[in-house]
Nanobody
Framework: QVQLRESGGGLVQAGGSLRLSCAASGRTFSNAAMAWFRRAPGMEREFVATINWSGGITDYLDAVKGRFSISRDNAKNTVYLQMNSLKPEDTAVYYC????????????WGQGTQVTVSS
């Protein structure tokens, strides 16, 4: 059974940092792109960041550029999201995703981890 398990969420004050992890099991994703999405209360899910299979290509939501950094460790089958200078508007459930489809969706999703940034 393929699983993506996020961890590292929590409550942090504005300006603080968190590091999210997404550990995959059941198959290797070392040859697949992976991504982070988020869903704030009452909002649609939105793309946050993506990384290609080797880690050499990344892309970010404009609102997080310069503050967030996505990386991966293929030996550990894990992708990370380092979040610095957090803002209250970053409050959301953060989801890990793997293996993108042509329609922009992903084949695999995690259950999500809550990030709450207090002002």
């Amino acid at each position: 059974q393929v699983q993506l398990r996020e961890s590292g969420g929590g409550l942090v004050q504005a300006g603080g940092s968190l590091r999210l992890s997404c550990a995959a099991s059941g198959r290797t994703f070392s040859n697949a792109a992976m991504a982070w999405f988020r869903r704030a209360p009452g909002m649609e899910r939105e793309f946050v960041a993506t990384i290609n299979w080797s880690g050499g290509i990344t892309d970010y939501l404009d609102a997080v550029k310069g503050r967030f950094s996505i990386s991966r460790d293929n030996a550990k089958n894990t992708v990370y999201l380092q979040m610095n200078s957090l803002k209250p508007e970053d409050t959301a459930v953060y989801y890990c995703a793997a293996v993108p489809r042509l329609d922009g969706n992903y084949d695999y999703w995690g259950q999500g981890t809550q990030v709450t940034v207090s002002s």
